[in-house]
Each structure stands twice: as C-alpha cells, then as structure tokens.
C-alpha cells in the first residue's frame, strides 16, 4: 500500500520559515519524480517545485528564490524549505510523486502565515 505523509506546517508569522517533509512508502522512492503543491480557499490546486529522479528542480514564479525543495532517497523523503514567507503562502501542501502513469497524493497540510 502507497502512503505519502505530510508534516511540519502550522502557523508563521510573515517573513518566517517552515520546512515541510513527505515521507512515501510502498514505492521505489528514488524513481519518481516529486512535486510539492498547494491549494488556498477558492483557488485551483498550483504546483509550487518539482525535483525529477535526477535532480533537476524548478519552481513557481511566486516561490522562486524563496523555496528549496529537496529528497533524501535513503529516507524516501522529500522537503520543501519555504523561507521569507507571505500571507499569500497561505494553503493547504501537498506532496506528489509520479512515475509512468503511476501518480500519489499526500492528504495535505495546513500552512498559515499570519500575524
């Protein structure tokens, strides 16, 4: 069975940091692509950054220079580093990893930035 488990998000204040990870089992981690999104309240789901299996990375324009994502196969995890952040950073995370037509969600997490 595929798991993909969110965690480190919660309540910041603007210009702070969190590090978001996402722990997969029941897949060859290290073949997939992975991806963090986000979803805020009335708005579509948007991908935020991607790491391919071979570590190439790219990322939204609205995150660029301020987020970092990141894998360590041997955990089968992969972070997002989301520093300098925005009350518009605002949104439910998720994590995702595809291969093949092969394609998992996390169930999401809450990041609030706030004052």
């Known amino acids: 069975q595929v798991q993909l488990v969110e965690s480190g998000g919660g309540l910041v204040q603007p210009g702070g940091s969190l590090r978001l990870s996402c722990v997969a089992s029941?897949?060859?981690?290290?073949?997939?692509?992975k991806a963090w999104y986000r979803q805020a309240p009335g708005k579509q789901r948007e991908r935020v950054a991607t790491?391919?299996?071979?570590?190439?990375?790219t990322y939204a324009d609205s995150v660029k220079g301020r987020f970092t994502i990141s894998r360590d196969n041997a955990k089968n995890t992969v972070y997002l580093q989301m520093n300098s952040l925005k009350p518009e950073d605002t949104a439910v995370y998720y994590c995702?990893?595809?291969?093949?037509?092969?394609?998992?969600w996390g169930q999401g997490i809450q990041v609030t930035v706030s004052s």
């Open positions: 995702n990893v595809k291969w093949s037509s092969l394609d998992y």
């Open positions: 029941g897949i060859s981690f290290s073949i997939y692509d």
């Open positions: 790491i391919t299996r071979d570590g190439i990375t």
